[in-house]
Every structure is written in C-alpha cells, then in structure tokens.
C-alpha cells in the first residue's frame, strides 16, 4: 500500500497528539503515579531542612489522603511505607 491510497492511514493520524482522549489519560495517569512517588522526595527534604518546619501543616493537608489509605490498605501502607523509609535513610 503507498501513502497515496485513500484506504490505508498515514502515520501521521496514527500519532498521540491527535488523540487528546490519549493524552487526557496519559496525562490523569502520570498525575496518579506522581502523587504517591512525590512522597518520598519531599519527606527527604524535609528531614534535611530544604523544606521549612512551618510548611508541615500544608504537607499533612496535601499528603493527608495517603496517610488515610495507608492507615485503611496494609498493602499500600507497606510498599508507601517502605519507599518513604528509603527515601528518609538516605544520606
């Protein structure tokens, strides 16, 4: 088939950019994995200082929901808590 047949598609249709229902969900699922893993940066910058005592009260409203699935799903919070643990430990 050659790119000039009316039947076959040119690469071009196929790509990502021209789905935005794929790049809403790519983008719904980078969001959800991003979220728990922002946990375990944060939690080191704040056992180094890089993140001022005062902000904690805006770090337990944002980290919150975690929290609460952690306390609900022992799954969730062994394989969070590890990974925050790993992250709190290193130097």
């Given at each position: 088939m050659s790119d000039s047949d009316p039947i076959s598609p040119?690469?071009?249709?196929?790509?990502?950019?021209?789905?935005?229902d794929l790049l809403?969900?790519?983008?719904?699922?980078?969001?959800l994995l991003?979220?728990?893993?922002?946990?375990?940066?944060?939690?080191?910058m704040f056992h180094r200082s890089y993140i001022p005592p005062w902000s904690m009260g805006i770090l337990m409203v944002v980290y919150g929901p975690l929290e609460y699935g952690c306390d609900q799903v022992p799954l969730l919070d062994a394989t969070l808590g590890e990974y925050i643990r790993w992250w709190r430990d290193l130097p």
């Open positions: 040119s690469r071009s249709q196929f790509a990502v950019w021209h789905r935005p809403l969900a790519a983008g719904g699922m980078l969001m991003s979220y728990p893993l922002s946990a375990g940066p944060v939690i080191w």
